[in-house]
T-cell receptor, first 111, second 118 residues
Framework: DAKTTQPPSMDCAEGRAANLPCNHS???????VYWYRQIHSQGPQYIIH???NNETNEMASLIITEDRKSSTLILPHATLRDTAVYYC????????????FGKGTSLLVTP | DAGVIQSPRHEVTEMGQEVTLRCKPI?????LFWYRQTMMRGLELLIY????????DSGMPEDRFSAKMPNASFSTLKIQPSEPRDSAVYFC????????????????FGQGTRLTVV
């Protein structure tokens, strides 16, 4: 699996958009980008994933650059409950389907 | 579905004792994963099963750790004998193949078991 690089921490004001970057410059053509988050004392929670195209669901949007070497997770209107550690993961389908979590980005949403 | 269910939620045991952690995956899921999380090492994959068969146990730290999945609805992670450095939060997760391949799957995690070995 390609390695990912994320900033260790970020702050965001409540109600504003939170933009979490992720670099994955060694990503291969058949590797997907996944985002999970972990709220304190809970298990990780799936957010969104994508291959090439931008994706949006009820939780967030995922913007992948054309060269696929980086991506951005967007929480359009951050709330205090979005305070969590966000993990960007890239994986290939035949890697065993397991997730290799890095250190993630600790997002603090402030009032 | 109630999601992935882990028990117990908290376990405190003395060094040298046997510890058994339990997991009930989501019904219909054919993949089950055991992870361990510590402050120092983050989230680490220990082992995963497909259709009750262990596929990759390379993350199991030592022979003191063993995992079983006797049927599709139950798995255990056993530590014998336990040591203080085994103190961590242990997560179980399950997922199912859908669509064209497992890259489209999402994993669902339980609430974890916080293990303290004193």
């Amino acid at each position: 699996d390609a390695k990912t690089t994320q900033p260790p921490s970020m702050d965001c004001a409540e109600g504003r958009a939170a933009n979490l970057p992720c670099n994955h410059s060694t990503i291969s053509g058949n590797e997907y980008v996944y985002w999970y988050r972990q709220i304190h004392s809970q298990g990780p929670q799936y957010i969104i994933h994508g291959l090439k195209n931008n994706e949006t669901n009820e939780m967030a949007s995922l913007i992948i650059t054309e060269d696929r070497k980086s991506s951005t997770l967007i929480l359009p209107h951050a709330t205090l409950r979005d305070t969590a550690v966000y993990y960007c993961i890239v994986r290939i389908s035949n890697s065993g389907y397991a997730l290799n979590f890095g250190k993630g980005t600790s997002l603090l949403v402030t009032p | 579905d109630a999601g992935v269910i882990q028990s117990p939620r908290h376990e405190v045991t003395e060094m040298g004792q046997e510890v058994t952690l339990r997991c009930k995956p989501i019904s219909g899921h054919d993949y089950l994963f055991w992870y361990r999380q510590t402050m120092m090492r983050g989230l680490e994959l220990l082992i995963y099963f497909n259709n009750n068969v262990p596929i990759d146990d390379s993350g199991m730290p030592e022979d003191r750790f063993s995992a079983k999945m006797p049927n599709a609805s139950f798995s255990t992670l056993k530590i014998q004998p336990s040591e203080p450095r085994d103190s961590a939060v242990y997560f179980c997760a399950s997922s199912a193949i859908k669509g064209q391949g497992a890259q489209n799957t999402e994993a669902f995690f339980g609430q974890g078991t916080r293990l303290t070995v004193v």
